[in-house]
């Protein structure tokens, strides 16, 4: 399992990009820098920002004085959402850590203290705007001086009693207590001049301190419109002030909409305007081509393998992102380049490195992926998760058969995926047949006419994938794959009868004969060949035909309808020669439909001498 949040370590190969950021901040030289990551949901904007930290603070680290140059704040607006105003949460955030840094260096404690105490007449405002506003055009207040008020005008009405006369003492109380610890004596101090006091407190500290203020914002995109217009605010507040950079990842188009949202009716070049007045340098993600999904792919599976240890995944991951840097000279990044940085990879991952050889183009083109690197790393967890639940419950399937379904399952037509489902539930085997004829078309490289629902580009490519589907049984696939679609069962379409004489029978195989009259009672006859389906299942697994349990529970089937007698006499007849011990041979022989079982085994050269030699003396009995 591989976590879902950002990470220092690069495997997008972003570190190029976090390294040019890094150097315009330090070449700044104390002068004010924004620089706004943009992209979409996804696509790395959270690592950048990590690793755009580690590379600043890879280049505090050579600085001999122990006194550094940078001080981080990171200010993830989305958690103060609906909890606090979010121009007093970021100015209290920098001014908590700058409080931090001056009692460490013993030095300028008061200035810094000042600035924390500024924070109240931001809340105050706050306050003020959400309860006076409203009463100044007229409207109902909100907060607890709402609840006053609501009072207030139901006793001019006469409906309260004196309970509720009560109840608005208490909410006067209340709100006097909560806005007397936030408001200040009356002060000649405008609003104008508390905003030019801040901003030259927090200048006055920061040279004192000699330390550039980097802010990095991130998750605005996830927020309210409102919470995301109050954070842009709350920057403005603080931006374009000597030792600061800001860098602040965000979706741009998020936040375009959100500034249109809060400011109706401006149109869309004042939004641009807006947004793009706020940020100096504008960086977007890049979005993942091929040969960076694969090594995505690949990179991720070397950090999950237990196999190798930690040095080893470190030199394997530069090694890479080294060959990324090349790949516009044709340079690939496969399991063959992987292979060559060391030999005696464990074949585990080896395999999981052709995983990532096969599924990185798929992972890149669909619509519904599109190299997104979230949604690669979801996609293959889902697979772990499967995986897991197909071994705990001894579902025993593939994982590259899996793989195939559940890419499927995500990237195609969810109608066509239905029809997928359909093919295996009603099909007596699992198998997928009617996928045979594409298969064999695509690989010879024919032209392929898809049916309706087909007709995405992504099914070509799907078809091309290894494992081929059409002779496959993909009923395990397709159970552990549920969620999307249900496997109607062939013990679904049993009676409740039926259904319990077939679990008993899966259970003690060797005890069907005990069954057998109440087999025969089951007034739907065609349930018999819903049981003779599983039970052939089962038995495709059994690797000795001599006298197994479950050859027990197929013959007494057999013996109830001559149809499902045939069903077995063929199954018998496909089995690997190897696999025929000479005691089966009393156990059927008595059968009508075994002789021509047995012209099939003799027939074949490789027989034991000792099942050709009981097939005689039977054959020699019945003349």
């Known amino acids: 399992m591989w976590l879902?949040?950002?990470?220092?370590?690069?495997?997008?190969?972003?570190?190029?990009?976090?390294?040019?950021?890094?150097?315009?901040?330090?070449q700044a030289n104390n002068q004010p820098v924004s620089i706004g990551v943009s992209g979409a949901w996804g696509v790395g904007k959270s690592s950048m920002i990590k690793l755009i930290e580690e590379e600043l603070k890879q280049k505090d680290s050579l600085i001999d004085d122990e006194k550094k140059k940078y001080l981080f704040?990171?200010?993830?607006?989305?958690?103060?959402?609906?909890?606090?105003?979010?121009?007093?949460?970021?100015?209290?955030?920098?001014?908590?850590?700058?409080?931090?840094?001056?009692?460490?260096?013993?030095?300028v404690v008061d200035k810094a203290g000042s600035l924390l105490k500024r924070v109240d007449w931001f809340r105050t405002t706050k306050l003020v705007a959400t309860v006076g506003a409203p009463?100044?055009?007229?409207?109902?207040?909100?907060?607890?001086?709402?609840?006053?008020?609501?009072?207030?005008?139901?006793?001019?009405?006469?409906?309260?009693?004196?309970?509720?006369?009560?109840?608005?003492?208490?909410?006067?109380?209340?709100?006097?207590?909560?806005?007397?610890?936030?408001?200040?004596?009356?002060?000649?101090?405008?609003?104008?001049?508390?905003?030019?006091?801040?901003?030259q407190n927090l200048v006055e500290v920061l040279q004192d301190l000699k330390i550039t203020l980097i802010v990095l914002i991130d998750d605005l995109d996830r927020c309210l419109p409102e919470t995301t217009v109050s954070t842009l605010e709350a920057i403005r507040l603080l931006l374009f002030l000597e030792n600061t950079a800001f860098v602040i990842a965000a979706d741009d188009q998020m936040i375009k909409h959100a500034v249109k949202k809060h400011f109706n009716g401006v149109d869309d070049d004042l939004v641009i305007n807006y947004f793009d007045k706020l940020i100096q340098v504008p960086i977007r993600v890049p979005p993942l081509g091929t040969q960076e999904v694969r090594a995505y792919m690949m990179m991720l599976f070397i950090q999950g393998s237990s196999s190798i240890s930690y040095a080893e995944k470190e030199n394997l991951r530069l090694k890479i992102a080294e060959q990324l840097t090349k790949s516009w000279q044709g340079k690939r990044v496969d399991s063959k380049f992987v292979k060559g940085l060391n030999p005696n990879l464990p074949s585990d991952l080896v395999s999981r490195l052709h995983v990532a050889d096969q599924l990185a183009s798929v992972m890149t083109t669909s619509n519904r992926i599109a190299g997104n690197p979230r949604?690669?790393?979801?996609?293959?967890?889902?697979?772990?998760?499967?995986?897991?639940?197909?071994?705990?419950?001894?579902?025993?399937?593939?994982?590259?058969?899996?793989?195939?379904?559940?890419?499927?399952?995500?990237?195609?037509?969810?109608?066509?995926?239905?029809?997928?489902?359909?093919?295996?539930?009603?099909s007596d085997d699992g198998k997928p047949s009617r996928l045979g004829d594409w298969e064999t078309k695509i690989s010879k490289g024919e032209i392929f006419e898809p049916e309706a629902n087909w007709e995405d580009p992504f099914v070509v490519d799907w078809l091309r994938l290894d494992p081929k589907l059409a002779d496959r049984d993909l009923r395990g696939s397709i159970y552990l794959s549920r969620e999307h679609a249900p496997l109607i069962t062939a013990e679904d379409r049993l009676s409740s009868e039926a259904a319990e004489l077939l679990e008993s029978i899966l259970e003690h195989p060797d005890m069907a004969e005990s069954a057998k009259e109440e087999l025969r009672a089951l007034p739907?006859?065609?349930?018999?060949?819903?049981?003779?389906?599983?039970?052939?299942?089962?038995a495709t697994k059994v690797g000795d035909w001599g006298t197994p349990d479950i050859l027990t529970a197929l013959l007494v089937i057999a013996e109830l309808d001559a149809s499902q007698a045939a069903r077995l006499s063929i199954f018998l007849q496909d089995r690997p020669i190897h696999q025929i011990k000479a005691n089966i041979v009393p156990k059927?022989?008595?059968?009508?439909?075994?002789?021509?079982?047995?012209?099939?085994?003799?027939?074949?050269?490789?027989?034991?001498?000792p099942v050709k030699s009981a097939i005689s003396i039977k054959s020699r009995k019945k003349q």
């Not at 190029?16 to 890094?22: Q, R």
């Not at 990171?74 to 920098?94: C, H, S």
């Not at 739907?524 to 089962?538: A, I």
Request: one cysteine or more; hydrophobic letters at 45%; aromatic letters at 8%.
């Open 4 to 26: 879902d949040n950002e990470t220092g370590v690069d495997y997008l190969n972003f570190g190029s990009i976090a390294l040019t950021v890094a150097e315009i901040i330090e």
């Open 375 to 426: 949604l690669i790393k979801r996609f293959l967890n889902a697979l772990s998760i499967r995986m897991a639940m197909s071994k705990a419950q001894g579902v025993g399937v593939e994982e590259v058969e899996l793989i195939k379904i559940m890419l499927f399952e995500r990237c195609g037509n969810p109608k066509a995926y239905a029809e997928l489902v359909k093919m295996v539930s009603e």
């Open 135 to 199: 009463m100044l055009f007229g409207l109902p207040p909100i907060g607890l001086l709402g609840e006053a008020w609501d009072m207030f005008t139901k006793v001019k009405s006469g409906s309260v009693d004196q309970e509720a006369l009560n109840k608005v003492g208490g909410a006067v109380n209340t709100a006097t207590e909560s806005t007397s610890s936030l408001l200040k004596p009356k002060t000649d101090t405008t609003p104008p001049k508390q905003i030019e006091e801040l901003r």
């Open 588 to 609: 059927i022989s008595d059968r009508n439909w075994a002789k021509e079982v047995f012209e099939i085994w003799i027939a074949d050269d490789a027989l034991a001498a």
């Open 524 to 538: 739907n006859k065609s349930e018999l060949s819903v049981m003779m389906e599983r039970l052939l299942g089962v």
């Open 73 to 107: 704040v990171n200010f993830n607006a989305w958690l103060y959402q609906g909890y606090d105003d979010a121009r007093a949460a970021l100015i209290e955030v920098v001014a908590t850590e700058l409080m931090k840094e001056a009692k460490s260096r013993e030095s």
